[in-house]
């Protein structure tokens, strides 16, 4: 499979995931609504790894990356279920846009990756100003708005921390059966939860809600998974987080177009700082480079 156009799956994926996971939880409950999405996520894995004859390594390295990435997908999809019941799904991959800055802070302490040069430093500064006017439309919102932020702030804190792991682990083992583990670790902890803390099988499930659920178990959890995983293999953690410098702006549109979600001021001052300091947190040495290089130059002249 080619590394870009995975690549490009992934953001195409990652720019429609926030309105449906807000979608597929009205009627149903958001317990319901990701433990289903999983369930048939994990069944299509299967079949896949069925149909394509790929084998599910059981050594192991291949059953800590099982644990590691269920753990973290069990973790930051609870998390953003919950917390995206209670702020609009464009804010929800605004938030989601800290990842490469957290990702790379991880991956700086615990990989050895990458290094906390003045440029990263404050691109991790203008994220934190960003957020802080987030913050400040939560608060205008309510306090449900503030928690729903806080969740999707842990959510970004767990998938960070697992893909710096998986990457720590290093296991040689196809993305189909990363995906295929992780989600069989964590779709009995989803089902299990559910039955404890729901009230049953909902009795209003509607048809955007189906659809929603439909569709992430498909793309937003088997084939977004495998994608993601398989680009992973490819290039560095902090690297592949830069999709979500995309895909604030993409889920913002299609929110507000789909959804008629509001867009409230704070959330494009707090966009807008969020993507200026991921540009400088991952090109901030490069530009400085050529600037001054384009200076040098034209004093010589």
């Given at each position: 499979m080619s590394v870009p156009?995975?690549?490009l799956?992934?953001?195409?994926?990652?720019?429609?995931?926030p309105l449906a996971i807000k979608w597929s939880s009205e009627g149903p409950g958001f317990l319901f609504g990701v433990s289903s999405r999983m369930v048939i996520g994990v069944v299509l894995c299967m079949l896949l790894m069925l149909t394509m004859r790929v084998r599910l390594p059981w050594h192991k390295e291949a059953l800590l990356t099982y644990i590691v990435a269920g753990a973290g997908v069990f973790g930051a999809m609870t998390?953003?279920?919950?917390?995206?019941?209670y702020i609009p799904s464009?804010?929800?991959s605004v938030l989601f846009g800290l990842t490469p800055i957290v990702t790379g802070a991880f991956a700086a302490l615990w990989i050895s990756e990458t290094s906390f040069t003045p440029a990263k430093i404050c691109g991790m500064l203008a994220g934190l100003l960003g957020l802080i006017f987030i913050f400040g439309t939560g608060v205008e919102l309510g306090a449900r708005s503030v928690f729903?932020?806080?969740a999707v702030l842990a959510s970004v804190v767990?998938?960070?921390l697992s893909a710096v792991w998986v990457k720590r682990i290093g296991a040689q083992i196809p993305a189909m059966a990363t995906t295929t583990g992780a989600l069989l670790f964590a779709v009995p902890f989803y089902i299990v939860t559910w039955l404890i803390f729901d009230n049953g099988w909902p009795t209003q499930t509607p048809a955007h809600a189906v659809v929603s659920i439909i569709y992430l178990g498909?793309?937003?959890s088997a084939l977004g998974f495998m994608l993601y995983y398989y680009a992973l293999k490819h290039i560095e953690a902090g690297r592949m987080a830069l999709v979500t410098l995309i895909t604030p702006v993409t889920a913002l549109m299609i929110g507000t177009w789909l959804n008629n979600e509001a867009l409230h001021s704070n959330v494009i001052i707090g966009t807008v700082l969020i993507l200026s300091g991921l540009l400088f947190y991952e090109w901030g040495n490069i530009i400085a480079r050529k600037l001054n290089t384009v200076i040098t130059t034209a004093k010589m002249q």
């Open positions: 156009a995975a690549y799956g992934v953001i195409l994926i990652w720019s429609t995931t998390c953003v279920y919950w917390g995206a019941q464009g804010m929800v729903g932020i806080l767990i998938h960070s498909i793309f937003g």
